[in-house]
């Protein structure tokens, strides 16, 4: 697999590089450690502890803000898709969508909803759902109209359709649906957290950068780095393993 | 006392085998063959028989693996040949032109001036019946109009040899039949050789001077058969007799290759 | 009847659906956290009367458009560099699309450490998120391009360089536009997250000191600015975006 060799390098090589720049003092630590020590740093973090309840209370809201956006943007998807006035009033939404700023709602989001989590998920949770909604309507629009006609002819009920022809066709725009809202949620969450709040991830680092705290700054970014890309990773995976069965592409 | 036209293309042993992620496939030949200039050469076979490769093989588009083929006396190296156009299946029209661009593309490197530019898009224009629809874009036009743009595109470079790979093999029945005839009024008009790949033997055997039939994977010549239709036919010849006898010929040789081509270890 | 002018007319409907949705919300919720939408319009109107605002909005703007020109041409040159080399595509391209999930504000200590406080690392910022969409779309259009065309441009004998210049770019084009477009809100929300810390001026700066102060004005008037600039230019961007997809109607 030549490929992940060269991957694999794509990746050392930088890092080798910076490791030696930072050893010779060409990067100082006030701006960069060396990545061994970052690496380091991370290890005994996790090792003692030290941030377990940020690591919970930041999973916890990212699933939250997950779970809740992908049922929500599934349900509404559908919804809308046997609705079509109602689409046709949504669709410049959607296509805008991410052009808005989301996190200019935050404030109003805390005003509302006071300091606790609820502004975090409901961020990720807005950022998540349109995504979800709109996957969900190109899955249902990928679904031939023969195969609808194919299904009453054969007398299957709702929900046998449903499972054996909406869903199996439906189903890689649902992944890359879900893929988005995963990173969505991460995105809207750490985001806020990182803006204004007392507790989760992104406030620690915050709070590590405002105290000029590079030892604890530096592994918990890595931290979330290797999170974000390790769920995303596992995600492609699984959905390259059902592309796989389904014999696609 | 030699009356007949001389050789344009000439295939010599050839073969074409690649590698690929299924191991080593061995797709064409060995094939000897000759096309004569001006006539129009048709080639059938079961689907996979290595047609479109051994039109690849003659365009230069694929090297041969083994052999050698001669195009107006001279083998062919590894870059399309001067002379030489190319109409292929799948719609191959540019979208973002519209199709008085699209058909003088293939003009833009070559030292024409504009005055000839506009004159043999005309002509193609007027050949293509497209001259109503010179601003329109591709994607405002039928499946046999695009294909009729592709034509033009190819003819105003005024190939001496034309390559068509299954052209109308996306389009319906009618429009098949009328492209036909209006395929041998190019061939008329132009004065070109005509190399015509089809799955289609009606198609084959009202067209083509002469029929080469191809045997499954991997693909040699069976058979030639000559038509003898005279130089000003149309898609009515399928009323005359020998229509029928030279079809069944086709058929004939085709349906044990066409059966062995069906079994699941050729794909 | 009500259902064609809809039809007709989705966005005007929408807007005042969205209108209609904000005085509403305002009337459950109360003056502490919501200004109803004619205070907010007229407030915001008052604001863009002021020198000093549009010397924040320059601010912003400038640092904004460097950074979507450096987006642009890199993701260009990134997605083109690996568009024409399929091992160098398939090498990096996990690397771009983990761009795209990870949660780029982790990395903005890192942006102040490297670029200090101001203006460079607000555009590097807004950089950091505009490149990777334009970087993605542009790999994603190359390899979209139907071979047919190819092999046309070689049945016609054009150099490589020619089939580059004349088939590849204007046939990846459409994507690569609809990246631009992306890359463009990005960028904004980027730029504008750069300046919620460690900046004197710029918009995202009165944001950030609004919800430190709980000016509920300002925060309205200037979210209200930003989610207008965003829409009607990704509208606008949207439309042309259709015409690149359509040449001719």
């Known amino acids: ?249 | 006392m030699d009356t007949q036209p001389p050789i344009h293309v000439s295939l010599r042993g050839v073969t074409r085998v690649y590698d690929s992620r299924l191991g080593r496939t061995h797709a064409l030949g060995p094939i000897d063959i000759d096309l004569r200039r001006g006539e129009f050469f048709a080639v059938v076979g079961p689907s996979g028989c290595g047609k479109s490769t051994l039109l690849d093989v003659i365009a230069a588009l694929a090297p041969a693996s083994s052999g050698v083929v001669t195009f107006e006396g001279r083998p062919i190296g590894d870059t399309v040949p001067d002379g030489v156009g190319v109409v292929f299946q799948e719609n191959a029209s540019f979208p973002w032109l519209n199709v008085a661009d699209n058909i003088t593309f293939g003009l833009r490197r070559q030292p024409l001036d504009r005055a000839e530019i506009g004159r043999r898009l005309q002509y193609a224009l007027q050949l293509m019946g497209l001259q109503d629809f010179a601003q329109a874009f591709p994607s405002q036009l039928s499946g046999g109009m695009r294909q009729r743009v592709c034509i033009a595109r190819t003819l105003v470079m005024q190939p001496r040899l034309i390559l068509l790979d299954e052209p109308f093999g996306a389009l319906d029945q009618q429009t098949r039949l009328l492209m036909g005839d209006e395929l041998l009024r190019i061939w008329r008009a132009t004065g070109a050789t005509v190399l015509l790949i089809t799955h289609a033997l009606d198609e084959a055997a009202m067209l083509a001077d002469r029929v080469a039939v191809m045997s499954a994977r991997p693909g040699r010549i069976l058979e030639v058969i000559e038509t003898g239709w005279p130089r000003e036919r149309d898609s009515q010849v399928v009323s005359v007799p020998e229509f029928g006898a030279i079809t069944a010929r086709l058929w004939t040789l085709l349906r044990a290759q066409s059966m062995q081509a069906l079994r699941p270890e050729s794909v | 009847m009500i259902r064609r002018t809809i039809y007709a007319n989705p966005s005007l409907f929408l807007v005042i659906v969205l209108l209609a949705l904000w005085q509403i919300v305002f009337w459950l919720v109360g003056r502490n956290a919501l200004l109803p939408p004619l205070e907010t319009i007229l407030y915001l109107a008052r604001l863009l009367q002021t020198a000093r605002f549009w010397g924040h909005i320059a601010e912003t703007g400038t640092a904004f458009v460097i950074a979507l020109v450096i987006s642009v041409v890199a993701g260009l040159a990134i997605g083109l560099a690996l568009g024409v080399n399929r091992l160098a595509a398939e090498v990096f391209e996990p690397f771009l699309l983990a761009g795209n999930s990870v949660p780029k504000i982790a990395l903005y200590p890192i942006v102040l450490l490297i670029f200090g406080i101001g203006m460079p690392a607000k555009i590097a910022f807004g950089a950091i998120h505009g490149v990777v969409p334009v970087a993605i779309f542009t790999l994603t259009a190359c390899s979209n391009v139907p071979p047919i065309l190819f092999r046309a441009a070689a049945a016609m004998r054009l150099t490589r360089w020619d089939m580059i210049r004349s088939v590849l770019l204007p046939a990846a084009l459409p994507d690569i536009f609809s990246g631009i477009r992306i890359g463009f809100s990005l960028t904004l929300i980027g730029t504008i997250l750069g300046e919620m810390f460690g900046s004197q001026r710029g918009l995202g700066y009165l944001l950030m000191t609004a919800i430190g102060l709980q000016n509920i004005e300002v925060i309205m008037s200037v979210t209200l600015l930003l989610v207008l600039v965003a829409a009607t230019v990704n509208t606008l961007l949207l439309a042309q975006d259709r015409r690149l997809r359509n040449p001719g109607g």
Request: hydrophobic fraction near 55%; aromatic fraction near 10%.
């Open chain 1, 1 to 249: 697999m030549r490929i992940v060799l060269y991957r694999l390098l794509a990746v050392l090589l930088p890092l080798a590089l910076l490791e030696i720049l930072c050893r010779d003092r060409v990067i100082t630590p006030l701006t960069l450690p060396a990545p061994s020590r970052i690496l380091l740093g991370l290890w005994t973090m996790m090792a003692n502890g030290t941030f377990n309840a940020a690591i919970l209370k930041t999973l916890t809201n990212v699933s939250l803000a997950f779970v809740l956006s992908v049922a929500a943007g599934i349900a509404a998807g559908a919804a809308i898709h046997r609705a079509p006035l109602l689409r046709a009033l949504l669709e410049p939404l959607f296509s805008t969508y991410y052009a808005i700023p989301i996190y200019a709602f935050y404030p109003l989001f805390i005003v509302v909803f006071g300091l606790g989590d609820a502004p975090q998920v409901l961020i990720g949770f807005m950022l998540a759902v349109v995504s979800m909604i709109v996957s969900t309507l190109a899955g249902l629009d990928s679904v031939p109209a023969v195969l609808g006609k194919t299904a009453r002819v054969l007398q299957l009920s709702p929900v046998e359709t449903i499972r054996s022809v909406t869903l199996p066709y439906a189903a890689p725009y649902l992944f890359t649906g879900v893929k988005l809202a995963v990173a969505y949620a991460f995105i809207g969450v750490i985001g806020a957290e990182f803006i204004m709040s007392g507790t989760g991830l992104g406030y620690e680092i915050r709070f590590a950068y405002d105290n000029l705290d590079n030892g604890v700054m530096y592994p918990l970014i890595l931290l979330i780095l290797l999170v974000a890309v390790a769920v995303n990773m596992s995600l492609d995976h699984w959905e390259r393993a059902l592309r796989a069965r389904r014999g696609r592409g």
